[in-house]
């Protein structure tokens, strides 16, 4: 059963945006901490941004300052604004819970930075 969707993601050049958004079930959303990960080709995958559901944010230096964290409880969403990207933001990104205790990963959705 499909309980994550991200969508968003594409080809962008260095210092562009995108916003990634996340669909969850409407009780998986209401219930947990929701945190944005990303994998890049050989490497470990890692949490970038995560909201609890008292809209209470945080984010890893590497993208501090620039991506922003928010959520939707009508759409049940979650979404993932990208700004000033660079080179090293290309990785596939995904959404689950924070921490990833029993939820099964989903596609993810790609994101390229290149000129």
């Known amino acids: 059963q499909v309980q994550l969707v991200e969508s968003g993601g594409g080809l962008v050049q260095p210092g562009g945006s995108l916003r990634l958004s996340c669909a969850a079930s409407r009780t998986i959303f209401r219930s947990y901490t929701m945190g944005w990960y990303r994998q890049a080709p050989g490497k470990e995958r890692d949490l970038v941004a995560r909201i609890n559901t008292l809209s209470e944010t945080n984010y890893a230096d590497s993208v501090k300052g620039r991506f922003t964290i928010s959520r939707d409880n009508g759409k049940n969403t979650v979404y993932l604004q990208m700004s000033s990207l660079k080179l090293e933001d290309t990785a596939v990104y995904y959404c689950?819970?924070?921490?990833?205790?029993?939820?099964?990963w989903g596609q993810g959705t790609q994101v390229t930075v290149s000129s």
């Open positions: 689950n819970t924070a921490p990833r205790d029993f939820l099964s």
